[in-house]
């Protein structure tokens, strides 16, 4: 059976590494995969984990393609959504600090899995004119970000850019995401990504243990609300999926990913 997350330690740290070539694409495996790998994380004591991805991409979000393969099986697309929404809330209710090392391009779900964490390093792409992209572009599908996670986007770049930014669908570049604090810091390269949040998680570590804990469950009480089954309506998203606008713009963008 192929491996889906890499675990690496890195002392009281647990690196949680995405590992489904080509793109870390989101389908119900790797979901339930990361579910678990979080759950033995938390097993096993760590005191802080990082998420993180392949070089060049952290993930290309959820996978359109296999989940468009479910065609009118609704209980197996709610299954698939209810993994993708299950790890996101994980990752909001973790009792330690996640730090996402976002490696590359992290659209859509990438964008939702790093909202989810406490502190956000993303790669800068070597080549300016092919920037790497973050952000929530579910209206250039057809589909509407539920609430909750609309909340995730304006608690961390205020509601007016997030209303802008999810109505229009945008992705934005590693340096404007760094400008409007949907990221925290910028790295170079996946291994000092990587690098950055385990340095980000070190700090936090030194700190008196109690009182970080108890300060960063106050201060991401919404973070935990946001995630919350009444605010992600999924059964009401996983309906939109049948709308035809939606349908028409996934099978075009299946088209398109197999074009490439």
């Known amino acids: ?48 984990v990082v998420l993180s991805g392949s070089e060049r991409i952290f993930t290309g979000g959820m996978d359109v393609p296999y989940l468009l393969g479910h065609g009118e099986d609704r ?30 391009h992290s659209p859509a779900g990438g964008c939702v899995l790093a909202l989810c964490c406490d502190y956000r390093v993303m790669a800068r792409s070597v080549d300016p004119a ?29 509601a007016h850019r997030a209303g802008v930014l999810l109505a229009g669908g945008q992705l934005v570049s590693a ?36 009182p970080m804990l108890q300060t960063r469950a106050i201060a991401r009480a919404d973070v935990h609300e946001a995630m919350q089954p009444q605010h992600i309506h999924l059964e009401r998203f996983a ?4 709308s035809a606008d939606a349908q028409a713009a996934l099978q075009a963008l299946a088209a398109r990913l197999g074009k490439r």
């Open 1 to 48: 059976m192929t491996t889906l997350i890499d675990v690496i330690n890195h002392g009281p740290l647990r690196e949680l590494r995405l590992a489904r070539p080509p793109v870390n694409a989101l389908d119900t495996a790797l979901c339930r995969a990361l579910i678990a790998a979080l759950d033995q994380a938390l097993a096993d004591d760590v005191q802080g």
């Open 175 to 210: 340096e404007r995401a760094l400008d409007i604090g949907l990221v925290d810091v910028l790295a170079d390269g996946a291994a000092d990504t990587v690098a950055q949040a385990i340095a980000w998680l070190q700090a936090q570590l030194a700190l008196p243990r109690q």
């Open 239 to 242: 309906e939109a999926w049948y």
């Open 130 to 158: 092919k920037p790497y992209l973050i952000g929530l572009n579910e209206v250039q599908v057809g589909l509407v970000a539920p609430e909750g996670i609309q909340r995730l986007l304006r608690r961390t770049v205020g």
């Open 75 to 104: 209980k197996r697309l709610a299954d698939s959504w209810q993994a993708f929404f299950g790890a996101a809330r994980m990752l909001a209710e973790s009792r330690v600090p996640v730090a996402a090392a976002l490696t590359g």
